[in-house]
């Protein structure tokens, strides 16, 4: 029985030849573990192959002032270009602006169930369904635990629709020695699985450059 689920090799170029950089999105929800997607945006930032365009949602403009000492303005600054969540009009709302795929970390239960049923209400929503939709990579960093039923079942279809679930599961192998180095690693893997690696992911076997 053939499966509904788009396989990787089934992504379609995500920009047009002769573009010269790679465009990535980067939204930011309420869910717990802000810090992910800010340093996303921090891994990204000295790669000049790479433009950034980032949609941070009003419950995740809380939630980085609850658990970080990060002013907005600042968070804002790291991205090359930032759309308002309310705007449907904006240019990641169609599939005509290409872009390499789509980051959503952290992901509340509220994106997650909006993207598995096609819920358009806002810009993250309608970018992930367009990337979805264009066959572009989708990486969802659904922060939420325990999980019901519900949340399963949530899963399971925007995985149907072609999206990656990629909960914030912390790389024990690479030896962190502080929050910060899960933060970054979780991030850097997300950004690999997206298909933009970056100098800091630490990977299983492969060896480290040492310190200076």
């Known amino acids: 029985m053939p499966s509904d689920i788009p396989a990787p090799d089934r992504f379609r170029p995500a920009l047009p030849e002769g573009h010269p950089k790679q465009r990535v999105i980067i939204a930011i929800t309420g869910?717990?573990?802000?810090?992910?997607g800010v340093r996303a945006l921090e891994l990204l930032q000295p790669l000049?192959?790479?433009e950034t365009h980032l949609i941070l949602s009003p419950a995740g403009l809380r939630t980085l002032r609850a658990e970080t000492d990060r002013?907005?303005?600042?968070?804002?600054?790291?991205?090359?270009h930032v759309h308002p969540y309310g705007d449907i009009g904006a240019a990641l709302a169609s599939g005509s602006f290409r872009t390499?795929?789509?980051?959503?970390?952290?992901?509340?239960?509220k994106t997650l169930s909006g993207i598995a049923h096609c819920y358009d209400d806002n810009l993250i929503v309608r970018a992930a369904d367009v990337c979805l939709k264009e066959r572009r990579p989708l990486v969802l960093m659904l922060r939420e635990t325990p999980l019901h039923a519900g949340h399963i079942a949530l899963m399971d279809q925007a995985t149907r629709n072609?999206?990656?679930?990629?909960?914030?599961?912390?790389?024990?192998?690479?030896?962190?020695?502080?929050?910060?180095d899960m933060?970054?690693?979780?991030?850097?893997?997300a950004l690999?699985?997206?298909?933009l690696p970056v100098p800091?992911?630490?990977?299983?076997?492969?060896?480290?450059?040492?310190?200076a």
């Open 31 to 36: 869910a717990s573990g802000v810090m992910i």
């Open 48 to 50: 000049p192959e790479v």
């Open 71 to 80: 002013r907005p303005e600042a968070v804002r600054a790291l991205a090359d």
């Open 100 to 109: 390499a795929g789509m980051l959503v970390a952290p992901c509340t239960v």
């Open 162 to 180: 072609g999206a990656i679930l990629m909960p914030p599961v912390p790389a024990f192998y690479a030896r962190p020695a502080s929050l910060d």
């Open 183 to 189: 933060i970054t690693q979780m991030a850097a893997r």
């Open 192 to 195: 690999d699985v997206l298909g």
């Open 200 to 211: 800091a992911l630490h990977r299983w076997c492969e060896p480290q450059p040492n310190p």
